[in-house]
């Protein structure tokens, strides 16, 4: 795979922006149905040949979707998982990987979800329902047996990627590499995909997922374990953005020890309940 | 008195002319013969005691070539030091040594730069000062990665100029 495809690649898998898929889901989805209930068109073959129908649907469904970045996507998903893996892997390292192979599982995860769920909304609910067999419907279902829990936070410097204040459950890893080390994977993914508007939000690696609030001058990361529901996430978003209200307010010049123990301490109070 | 300061440092320089290995032999007191190509960049610290406080160096490695087409442009932001390094066993490491210097200073305005010959174990005594003479910009260190030759002194002026920058 060239450079240029890998980017590419890489760029619809590692930012997509999952609204946009989605409107294109459904939009291509009115389209297959107006053609679909279209008496003219299909009505009556459909009632007549069902089961070929059902088939003729089934095949040709992929096939309403060939341009669609989904489709893309997942035949990128199937194809080129190993190849991106392998040729970024000396790139940025385990760290890089790691985050590649469950954007992947996350992407495949996202799709297949926003799939059934286009499909299983009103209308179609009801036309399509019995026609398109073999949706996996505990695929949907998203356990609860993990309940989430925030296991460390960083607030890093945008520019330079030095570490401004953390908050850790248990001291692991070296904070102010992973800090760089964030920052320069952020870089690298933000520059190489060339999208100006568009910051890395989400990385997961292992059993974390790494929450990634963007502000100005700096970012904040949230690593939470366990399976993280809209309601957590909807708190700790509204959480991180009074701490950054209150206590990011001020112009950065010199990154110290008094800063970032401040910074810390604030963190600690915040989160820790 | 703040008890460390953090600085973000950048090791730029072509491919092979030793910044992996001296970064390394400064962190970790190490040397490594195995060639070890990296791309992309890699993170490393060190904490320097200084006068006053501790310096906090948290060092970008950057896969050279050029550091003109590599590297994110992004990678140079919100830099407080640079290191420049050359191979002086290899003249087609520094041929291009004003342009790069001057591109990164462009690219990193109020950042000290020092400039680095590496490989000096490669020559004898005699040989050294010819060799290095040839450089179309005059290197601060002449190191050596493998025998740790001024490697510690050169990261150390970088500490100790970027703490001059700020005071002054
Ligand atoms: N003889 C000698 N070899 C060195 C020295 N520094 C690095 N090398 C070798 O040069 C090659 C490239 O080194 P590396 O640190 O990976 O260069 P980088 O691409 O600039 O990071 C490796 O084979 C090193 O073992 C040195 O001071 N002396
Ligand atoms: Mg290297």
């Known amino acids: 795979m060239k450079e240029d495809e890998l980017l590419e690649t890489l760029k619809a898998i590692l930012l997509e922006d999952d609204r946009l898929v989605d409107k294109h889901i459904r939009s291509e989805l009115e389209k297959i149905r107006d053609e679909?209930?279209?008496?003219?068109?299909?009505?009556?073959?459909?009632?007549?040949?069902?089961?070929a129908d059902v088939a003729f649907l089934k095949e040709n469904f992929a096939q309403f979707f060939g341009n669609d970045v989904t489709t893309a996507i997942k035949h990128q998903i199937k194809n080129s998982q190993d190849e991106v893996i392998e040729a970024l892997y000396p790139i940025i390292g385990k760290l890089i990987s790691r985050f590649i192979r469950s954007e992947f599982e996350k992407l495949r995860e996202g799709i297949d979800q926003q799939m059934s769920?286009?499909?299983?909304?009103?209308?179609?609910?009801?036309?399509?329902?019995?026609?398109?067999?073999?949706?996996?419907?505990?695929?949907?279902?998203?356990?609860?047996?993990?309940?989430?829990?925030?296991?460390?936070?960083?607030i890093i410097q945008k520019d330079s990627g030095l570490l401004l204040g953390s908050y850790s459950r248990n001291e692991t890893v070296d904070q102010d590499m992973i800090a760089g080390m964030l920052t320069a994977i952020k870089?690298?993914?933000?520059?190489?995909?060339?999208?100006?508007?568009?910051?890395?939000?989400?990385?997961?690696?292992?059993?974390?997922?790494?929450?990634?609030?963007?502000?100005?001058?700096?970012?904040?990361?949230?690593?939470?374990?366990?399976?993280?529901?809209?309601?957590?996430?909807?708190?700790?978003?509204?959480?991180?953005?009074?701490?950054?209200?209150?206590?990011?307010?001020?112009?950065?010049?010199?990154?110290?020890?008094?800063?970032?123990s401040e910074i810390s301490e604030k963190l600690s109070q915040t989160y820790n309940d | 008195m703040t008890e460390f300061l953090s600085k973000k440092v950048i090791l730029a320089?072509?491919?092979?002319?030793?910044?992996?290995?001296?970064?390394?032999?400064?962190?970790?007191?190490?040397?490594?013969?195995?060639?070890?190509?990296?791309?992309?960049?890699?993170?490393?610290?060190?904490?320097?005691?200084?006068?006053?406080?501790?310096?906090?160096?948290?060092?970008?490695?950057?896969?050279?070539?050029s550091t003109q087409k590599k590297s994110p442009q992004?990678?140079?932001?919100?830099?407080?030091?640079?290191?420049?390094?050359?191979?002086?066993?290899?003249?087609?490491?520094?041929?291009?040594?004003?342009?790069?210097?001057?591109?990164?200073?462009?690219?990193?305005?109020?950042?000290?730069?020092?400039?680095?010959?590496?490989k000096a174990d490669l020559f004898k005594k005699e040989e050294l000062e010819e060799t290095v003479s040839i450089i179309p910009v005059k290197p601060d260190f002449v190191t050596s990665a493998k025998t740790g030759d001024l490697v510690n002194e050169m990261f150390e002026e970088l500490a100790s100029r970027i703490l001059d920058l700020q005071t002054s």
Do not use: C
Not at chain 1, 36 to 51: A, C, N, T, V
Not at chain 1, 230 to 237: D, G, N, P, Q, V
Not at chain 2, 31 to 39: A, D, G, L, P, R
């Open chain 1, 36 to 51: 679909l209930l279209d008496d003219e068109k299909f009505g009556s073959r459909m009632r007549i040949h069902r089961d």
């Open chain 2, 74 to 118: 992004s990678y140079f932001l919100g830099t407080n030091g640079i290191i420049y390094v050359v191979d002086i066993s290899r003249p087609p490491t520094f041929l291009n040594i004003q342009a790069e210097i001057d591109y990164l200073k462009q690219k990193v305005p109020n950042a000290p730069i020092i400039v680095i010959g590496n």
């Open chain 1, 187 to 260: 870089a690298f993914v933000e520059d190489a995909f060339q999208k100006d508007n568009q910051d890395l939000e989400e990385i997961d690696y292992s059993s974390y997922r790494l929450l990634i609030f963007n502000f100005h001058k700096y970012y904040l990361t949230i690593s939470v374990s366990g399976i993280i529901d809209t309601a957590f996430r909807e708190k700790l978003s509204n959480k991180t953005f009074d701490f950054a209200e209150k206590h990011m307010n001020k112009n950065i010049i010199e990154v110290n020890s008094d800063l970032v």
């Open chain 1, 117 to 154: 769920e286009v499909v299983s909304t009103k209308k179609w609910k009801r036309k399509f329902r019995s026609w398109i067999s073999g949706t996996k419907e505990s695929d949907l279902l998203i356990s609860e047996q993990h309940p989430p829990s925030i296991e460390e936070i960083l």
């Open chain 2, 13 to 65: 320089g072509p491919l092979a002319v030793g910044k992996t290995s001296l970064v390394q032999k400064f962190v970790y007191n190490k040397f490594s013969e195995k060639y070890i190509s990296t791309i992309g960049v890699r993170i490393e610290k060190k904490v320097i005691d200084m006068d006053s406080h501790k310096l906090n160096l948290i060092i970008w490695d950057l896969a050279g070539e």
